[in-house]
């Protein structure tokens, strides 16, 4: 990513049009957030359900103003201590954002992204920029430049080649809109580190981590949609030592043209069977889990058997992405 790429990016964006662009977390499909008509184009490129809200990325240093009605004491401390970082933030939503933005509600998430060629650009921009991950909806997140491409490839002028994303997990959500800060996507910046800075654990959503009931209704509208999901069918598999082991044995033996995805310690106990290791602890495997489950449709598997891992710290997040990907089936060993 060098200079005179991000000035065109920025161009671009000035002039209404959609430009795919690195983050820490994921890549993103970036419009100007102030222009309705630009932000309905990440919709067309990407088939998102027209009531999915779009994050809006700001450079770091002061929030400009009509983006949000009031900030409450709660975002102050979280905004020192996180921003710019892996972390999106729900407040009501103030004038200068646009419906589409929104999908209709009264609040607007805000991030602004670690990443140094993200920030070149939204300075070289001057606007808000509005993104949602830049790949088709329902897909995998993509987590390099070649991940947009197979997507997007044709619908988008430019997509910004910053290598591998540092993270490969999309931010942490929280919502402080309500009375209580509740986590809406768990991400690299875990429950506990937030409870550290707002002197209480926050709420975890309904429907984060387990199915919505039918008819019940979802705290974010992306809890609703389908997501994460290659072409091969995804079952997860939970639970520790031998059991695991024998579990994800089984369920490879049962299945045909089937690829077990596990952390790399699992791999040699696994053997002859296909396997392909997402690393060796958890922030790997974060880093990893996007690009495998791609990888296992290029190599051509109808089923992948994902290993899962204990609900905690940065595996609350991938299991919520795993969870996901795999529709909910889940086997417990
Ligand atoms: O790491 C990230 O957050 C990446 C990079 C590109 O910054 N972006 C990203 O955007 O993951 P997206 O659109 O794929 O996911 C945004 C999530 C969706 O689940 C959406 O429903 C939720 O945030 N969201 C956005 N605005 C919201 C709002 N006002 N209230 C509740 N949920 C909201
Ligand atoms: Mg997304």
Same mark, same amino acid.
């Given at each position: 990513?060098?200079?005179?790429?991000?000035?065109?990016?920025?161009?671009?964006?000035?002039?209404? /049009?959609?430009?795919?662009?690195?983050?820490?977390?994921?890549?993103?499909?970036?419009?100007?957030?102030?222009?309705?008509?630009?932000?309905?184009?990440?919709?067309?490129?990407? /088939?998102?359900?027209?009531?999915?809200?779009?994050?809006?990325?700001?450079?770091?240093?002061? $929030?400009?103003?009509?983006?949000?009605?009031?900030?409450?004491?709660?975002?102050? /401390?979280?905004?020192?201590?996180?921003?710019?970082?892996?972390?999106?933030?729900?407040?009501?939503?103030?004038?200068?954002?646009?419906?589409?933005?929104?999908?209709?509600?009264?609040?607007?998430? $805000?991030?602004?992204?670690?990443?140094?060629?993200?920030?070149?650009?939204?300075?070289?921009?001057?606007?808000?920029?509005?993104?949602?991950?830049?790949?088709?909806?329902?897909?995998?997140?993509?987590?390099?430049?070649?991940?947009?491409?197979?997507?997007?490839?044709?619908?988008?002028?430019?997509?910004?080649? /910053?290598?591998?994303?540092?993270?490969?997990?999309?931010?942490?959500?929280?919502?402080?809109?309500?009375?209580?800060?509740?986590?809406?996507?768990?991400?690299?910046?875990?429950?506990?580190?937030?409870?550290?800075?707002?002197?209480?654990?926050?709420?975890?959503? #309904?429907?984060?981590?387990?199915? $919505?009931?039918?008819?019940?209704?979802?705290?974010?509208?992306?809890?609703?949609? #389908?997501?994460?999901?290659?072409?091969?069918?995804?079952?997860?598999?939970?639970?520790?030592?031998?059991?695991?082991?024998?579990?994800?044995?089984?369920?490879?033996?049962?299945?045909?043209?089937?690829?077990?995805?596990?952390?790399?310690?699992?791999?040699?106990?696994?053997?002859?069977?296909?396997?392909?290791?997402?690393?060796?602890?958890?922030?790997?495997?974060?880093?990893? $889990?996007?690009?495998?489950?791609?990888?296992?449709?290029?190599?051509?598997?109808?089923?992948?058997?994902?290993?899962?891992?204990?609900?905690?710290?940065?595996?609350?997040?991938?299991?919520?992405?795993?969870?996901?990907?795999?529709?909910?089936?889940?086997?417990?060993?």
């Amino acid at each position: 990513m060098d200079g005179p790429s991000i000035e065109e990016a920025a161009g671009i964006l000035r002039a209404g /049009g959609l430009v795919a662009f690195p983050t820490e977390t994921v890549y993103g499909l970036g419009a100007n957030a102030l222009d309705e008509e630009a932000v309905r184009g990440i919709f067309r490129a990407k /088939g998102r359900p027209q009531d999915n809200p779009l994050i809006v990325h700001l450079p770091k240093g002061e $929030l400009p103003a009509g983006l949000v009605l009031a900030l409450p004491g709660s975002a102050q /401390g979280l905004i020192e201590a996180f921003w710019p970082g892996p972390l999106t933030l729900v407040l009501p939503k103030g004038p200068k954002i646009p419906t589409a933005v929104s999908a209709g509600l009264s609040t607007v998430a $805000l991030r602004s992204p670690a990443h140094e060629g993200a920030q070149a650009l939204l300075r070289a921009a001057g606007l808000p920029i509005a993104a949602p991950s830049a790949n088709a909806s329902g897909r995998p997140s993509p987590t390099r430049a070649e991940h947009v491409f197979e997507d997007l490839n044709g619908k988008i002028p430019l997509i910004l080649d /910053g290598g591998a994303c540092e993270i490969g997990l999309e931010s942490t959500v929280l919502d402080l809109s309500c009375e209580e800060p509740t986590l809406l996507r768990p991400g690299l910046i875990t429950l506990e580190e937030l409870g550290a800075v707002l002197g209480k654990t926050p709420r975890l959503g #309904r429907g984060v981590m387990q199915p $919505l009931a039918a008819g019940e209704r979802a705290p974010s509208p992306g809890l609703l949609h #389908r997501h994460y999901a290659p072409r091969a069918e995804v079952i997860l598999v939970r639970g520790e030592g031998e059991g695991l082991v024998q579990k994800l044995k089984d369920e490879y033996d049962g299945a045909e043209n089937a690829v077990i995805l596990c952390a790399d310690a699992l791999m040699r106990r696994l053997l002859p069977r296909s396997c392909r290791g997402l690393g060796a602890d958890e922030r790997q495997m974060a880093k990893a $889990l996007f690009a495998a489950l791609r990888g296992a449709d290029e190599e051509g598997f109808s089923r992948v058997i994902l290993q899962g891992v204990a609900e905690e710290g940065l595996g609350l997040a991938l299991m919520n992405r795993a969870l996901r990907a795999a529709g909910f089936r889940t086997i417990d060993a």
